[in-house]
């Protein structure tokens, strides 16, 4: 049917139509080749002059100065702004999104662009083994949509336990019946899940890419063989296997961006600006109160005031450093380099991450038809086929296993033959030439499915800290993954699994068999060190930091309390992927865009407007 489709469509296209074609192929071509030999910034120059500036002009005075327009900002700013009376000012580093980053399936080259921050780990010992200087990429988008609009756009809620670990943790109100409204309220759900669990009225669509490759039904026919049950992993219960939601509408990226804030950029209450950088968070020293936001903009440096508050949306790389410059971080570090501490919190501790296995390649003896151009964006004008989703992510699931209680240990994620680049993945996994030639060369992409494993709830926990007090300076990005032992044997336990399903009747059905991958031959093949050795070399991450400017009720252990103020300075809120205080088992998005939904109503209801 999708195939009639596309041929009814090459054949009765009018001018404009071929036009709107030519112009994607041009689009794509010019902007993959540039993303093969971008070369991403080691800090953030391009501020360099403003920052330098010796004069500070007035930008005016907010209800609220908003930093970040991510994935948390741009909805924060977007419900703040529905009160007609509250004026706020959102500031973002980076520019507008565009119809190259709209096409999902283009996401990985948006690493490369200057849509992305351009971070890397420090060198690591534990993890990362397999990368160039062992160093990890940390992709950030530094664009309006922020991480949104440069990420995988999978739909991904997580554990009701996770939420409900949260409120245990001692923050009223985020339990998992407290916070389920929220996600329901972002939602506008194309999807057939199970009802109670979904919206249908929220800016935000959520959709499943269709349609899905022929492989996807032994995929989760072979999980069904392992009692891997299909399910709504958004509703009831998570554990199973299912074909990914994703939020993309009629097959485009649907960024925080583009769902939320171009609803609201109309609003006269509502002042965005884009490449600006926030500087420093104005905070007066005796009374120990938000005052504003220094930021630079172009050859300027400003400063906004905000009469309500100011509210950090950096992510959990950003905000970190931002606070931390400003006076509010570990006495110790801060005494260091200098800065006046403000208020003595972690910030830039327990920094979580997931861990990502990129997977077992499996051979099969089907084959992908081969497309050109043309007809994938002609596909994807409809809303449909290989450009609508990121790299093909068909399919996803979450298993049991002994001694994990009620949250799945790790998750697996189906890529399709047809899924995966290794031109950009080399660069994209920044992997040494060992693992260039013994793992991303063995993948056939017209033949091999890839499954790739996540560990959700690592033990170990990394950094943020900062390399100086100039914030052209990126900060220290220590993701310290896998030092505890148990991590390494949960993603081995993880891959046993991965094993398994390769060994059903379904795969058998498609004469599926793991390639053989010529890394770590020091140790024999598929022993338990083999495993240990080639998940400490080629571990990356899945994109998920949080945790660094943790909620909770101690300020010891935590930097904002359940309504996302921190801790010992007023008129301060962090709200982002930063106040998680543990990892959810699941993706950061969705979750990140429930924190700024519900924080919204905590900051309408203090303020009276609701
Ligand atoms: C490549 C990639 C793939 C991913 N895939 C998925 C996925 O498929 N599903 C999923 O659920 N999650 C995914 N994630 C994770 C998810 O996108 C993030 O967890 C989420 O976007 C975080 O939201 P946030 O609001 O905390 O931060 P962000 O969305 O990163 O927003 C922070 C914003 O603040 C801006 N900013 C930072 N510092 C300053 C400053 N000093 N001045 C001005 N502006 C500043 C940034 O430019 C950015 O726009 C992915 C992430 C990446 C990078
Ligand atoms: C804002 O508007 C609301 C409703 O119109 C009103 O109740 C409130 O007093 C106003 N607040 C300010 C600060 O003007
Ligand atoms: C998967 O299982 C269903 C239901 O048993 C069956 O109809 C379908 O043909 C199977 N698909 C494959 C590829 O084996
Ligand atoms: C793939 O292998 C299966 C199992 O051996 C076989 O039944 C099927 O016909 C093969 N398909 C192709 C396209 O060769």
Redo the contacts with the bound molecule.
Sequence with gaps: MYLLAAICLAFFSSTTGTQTTLYYENLISERTAIAQGFALPQSNEEFRAGAASTVTEDAGTFDFVI???????SVLATRLSEIDNVTVLL????GEEDDFSDMPAM??Y??FSEM??GYYSTPQTSCCQGMMEQRCII??????????????????RGNPKDYDTWEELGNPGWSYQDVLPYFIKSENSQIDGDSGYHGTGGFWNVEYAQPPSPLFSNFVNASLELDVPIVDYNGENEFGSAQTQF?IKRGKRQS?GTAFLDNARKRKNLQVKTK????KIVIDPDRKVAQGVE?VQGDKKFVALASKEVIV????I??P??LMLSGVGPQDHLDELGIEVLADLPVGKNLLEHPLFPGLIIRTNYTLPSSDLETLIEYYLLGLGPYTK?GG?DGIGFIKSADTGDVPKVEYLFVPPGGSSSLILTRAYNYDTELVFGFLNQINPMTDMIIALALLHEKSTGRITLKSTD?IDFPNIDLNMLAEQEDVDNLVEGIEFLLDLVDTEAMRAVSAQAVSIPICTEFTELSKEYWECVVRRMTTT?????GTTAMGPDSTTSVVDSNLKVHGVESLRV????VFPTTVS???????VMV?EKIADVIKSDYGYL
């Design positions: 930093v970040g327009a991510g994935s948390a900002g500031l973002e580093a980076g996401w990985m948006l690493q992305n921050w992709p950030r988008g530094k664009v309006i949509g922020g991480s949104s609009t440069i990420n995988a756009v999978m739909y991904v939020n925080t600006a950088l926030a500087t930021f949306s950096g992510g959990a950003n905000s450093q931002l990121p992510i914030p899945i994109y998920h930091p949080c709200v982002d992927a930063g699941g993706h950061t998005n969705a979750p990140a700024a």
